[in-house]
């Protein structure tokens, strides 16, 4: 009875399991397998990009008379990401959404992987529709200056009138075409799509106003995306100024967890950022001491987090303990990512060191300090006298 009763058990577990989980089917097929340099396609890879921005493969299929197949199998909960179909040589790919359904991709030629339509689930129509838009805006500024030229004579695309003439067909049908795609966006901004493109393609474009407003403009149900927390972040690292709000940057800690800035709203977060295989950073490490001294009996308002822009995980390991950094009150970081790193780049860092004072509420004190600048603060704000009040006022 009891072994009849623990097997129900199991199998009751197992559906829930199988149940909780969905697959995404990707089907491809290629007309041409050559690719441009004349090889064929043998074998593709699936590849998704971690929050640090690093290329992860998730899985590989073999090509076979022009067709794969990916199955990707998807928690409960799991966000709809883009993912690339790789192995075209020249970093060429395939952009593909990866959500439970099916998904066709069809390729007329390995040599343009990235002229694929992919379609069948609805991040990947809309994300076919809107490519279209730009396609077609193309289109329409070519088919005019083809029409204009036929009415001139031979040679007239390459003289100074005609050259004039092109770039302001183009230039309008750009606006024409780029106000189009804004719509389409602000038409479905509760697809995961939309935050992706508004950072990649639009926001680049925009003044600091209306770069806001296209980040408010996405729909309250995305808001736990992280693709609507990337662009975010693009948006207050565009605009970022003192008293205005920082970017919340993802930190791999030194114990293997990982926090986020937002983590430590509540107290005054004094972030640098340096390398340990910089002598400048070395002696603003050595004079963070002192910044640690004073700020280590009043932990309940004060942290300090040391971003480390290093690529060698083990040299920074080894650096944190030599440095006597790794302490109560003292956090450390690094995303392995050195000079590439999307911290660093969210927080304009163009050489390390750099320090940022953080007040409690997330806006921007001081956004490039000297140590002796940081002492200075801390005590003030330790006397109560909250200076920077004015500033952000």
Partial sequence: ???????????????????????????????????????????????????????????????????????????????????????????????????????????????????????????????????????????????????????????????????????????????????????????????????????????PQLSAVYGKQMTNSISTTLYGHPYYRSLRNRMLSNNMQVGSEVPDITMPMLGGETKHLTDFRGKYVILNFWSSDSDESAEMIAEMQRVYEIVKSADEQFVIISFALNENVGEWKSAVETNNMNREGWLNACDAAGAESLAAELFAVEAAPKIVLVEPEGLAVSLNMETDEVVMRVEQILSGDLYYLDQID
């Avoid at 009763?5 to 199991?10: D, E």
């Avoid at 075409?177 to 639009?202: C, G, K, Y």
């Fill in 1 to 203: 009875m009891l072994h009849r009763l623990l097997s129900t058990i199991i199998s009751i577990v197992a559906c829930i399991a199988v149940n909780a989980q969905e697959v995404c089917v990707i089907n491809g097929n290629i007309t041409d397998v050559h690719t441009a340099g004349g090889a064929k396609v043998k074998k593709l890879f699936l590849v998704a990009t971690d929050e640090f921005g690093r290329d992860v493969e998730v899985a590989s299929a073999r090509v076979r008379r022009g067709s794969y197949t990916f199955n990707v199998e998807l928690a409960e909960g799991d966000h709809i990401l883009m993912y690339k179909i790789k192995g075209f040589g020249e970093d060429k790919g395939i952009e593909v959404f990866v959500e439970p359904g099916i998904v066709t991709v069809q390729t007329e030629s390995a040599a343009a992987p990235e002229e694929s339509v992919v379609s069948g689930t609805p991040t990947n129509d809309g994300y076919c529709q809107y490519k279209a838009i730009g396609v077609a805006g193309i289109a329409a500024a070519e088919a005019q200056i083809s029409a204009l030229a036929a009415g001139k004579a031979p040679g007239w695309a390459e003289t100074e009138e005609g050259k004039a003439e092109s770039q302001r067909i183009r230039a309008k049908e750009y606006i024409i075409t780029t106000s189009q795609l804004i719509r389409f966006l602000l038409e479905h901004n509760a697809s995961p799509m939309t935050p992706f493109v508004i950072e990649r393609d639009i926001l």
